[in-house]
């Protein structure tokens, strides 16, 4: 079916893995998506019942039937797209000034190559065309005056000129709303950056383990194991980990996931868990999972919980590598710099360090 015959109301189910065709409505179903396409977070966004999923975004792991909010041409996709193009189409204030003055001044210059070859053939009666021994011919002087006052320089100059700092922009992953943009850098004082995946790389990473239950190697492995099945960016920075110590995988079978909540499976004849704190406080040790504080600022948190095992790991987003460079660079233009971001002020200071040198 074509996505230009949704229309508004329709049922629609999405698959695992599949792209969001329009804005729609969950109505059954519970999954995560991808929204980094749209907010940069690599993070993904649980939907329930009553959620929106917007058009473009993946589907992470469940299957759900929605309800369209808007057709084809109506969804936030497209909007974003429709959006780009007005903004390429638009032309810097200096490309509409010397357009409108390029045809004016076109015309003079034609007239005053005219009067020029006039009056040398006329008034100082040089030869019109063919020079002689003692003179060049008025034609070679109308024309010399041509090209001095050229307007194609005039013209060409301006869109020439943006043209080359948007292909820059694109080659560096800047895209600038046209013309307009460009020209407006050059009145900027102040630079807000968002936090995540542009201070900091957007990926969350293993930070340690915190052991309850077991030890490090057994909740590693374990976790490992569960994570292995699942797209969500901890269990990968969780397999990662694993790898990078050489660790080997247990063998999980029967394995389910519970969208928005975690991953269950079998591991030597026992279920585990791995996912929230809460869900994990419901199936094993529940007094212990509770009374363990709460991770610090900028730390997000996995619980894992058997009979045998219970610990839980910690992840942060790491700043990177450039980003004291490119903000020193920054105020050594003279520019000030603002962060933007949805965490606590704890979270935004500590993924910082010490953001009173940066920001």
């Known amino acids: 079916m074509s996505i230009e015959l949704v229309k508004t109301g329709d049922l629609l189910r999405v698959l695992p893995g599949q792209q969001v065709p329009v804005d ?14 749209f907010t940069g977070e690599s993070v993904p966004v649980p939907k329930a019942p009553g959620d929106t999923m917007l058009s473009g975004t993946l589907n992470e792991h469940g299957l759900v039937d929605g309800r369209a909010l808007s057709d084809a041409a109506g969804s936030t996709l497209q909007r974003t797209i429709s959006l780009i193009e007005q903004a390429q189409a638009m032309r810097s204030p200096s490309q509409r000034l010397t357009e409108r003055f390029s045809s004016k001044y076109t015309l003079i210059v034609i007239t005053a190559c005219i009067a020029l070859f006039l009056y040398s053939w006329l008034i100082d009666r040089w030869p019109p065309f063919l020079p002689t021994a003692e003179t060049r ?24 000129a943006i043209l080359s700092a948007i292909a820059s922009g694109a080659r560096h992953g800047i895209l600038f709303r046209g013309g307009a943009a460009v020209e407006r850098l050059a009145d900027v004082t102040t630079v807000a950056m968002d936090k995540t995946g542009t201070l900091t790389s957007g990926h969350l990473q293993f930070t340690k383990c915190e052991t309850f239950v077991g030890d490090e190697k057994d909740i590693l492995t374990i976790s490992s ?20 110590r050489h660790w080997p995988e247990k063998i999980a079978t029967d394995i389910t996931q519970v969208s928005g909540q975690g991953i269950e499976a079998s591991i030597d004849g026992q279920r585990v868990r791995l996912g929230r704190r809460t869900w994990i406080s419901e199936f094993c040790n529940g007094n212990a999972v509770q009374q363990a504080p709460q991770p610090e600022a900028a730390m997000s948190e996995v619980w894992i919980g058997s009979k045998n095992v219970l610990g839980r790991l910690l992840f942060s987003d790491q700043l990177r590598a450039e980003t004291p460079k490119v903000l020193e660079s920054l105020h050594h233009r003279g520019l000030h710099t603002m962060m933007l971001t949805g965490d606590r002020a704890e979270a935004a200071e500590r993924s910082l360090h010490k953001p009173e040198s940066l920001l």
């Open 24 to 37: 729609m409505q969950v109505i059954t179903g519970e999954t995560s998506c991808n929204e980094s396409s």
């Open 137 to 160: 011919s008025a034609f070679y002087r109308a024309m010399t005056l041509l090209v001095v006052m050229s307007p194609c320089a005039l013209v060409i100059s301006v869109p020439a």
């Open 225 to 244: 194991s569960l994570a292995r099945a699942s797209t969500h960016p901890l269990s990968r920075a969780i397999a990662s980990e694993t790898v990078r």
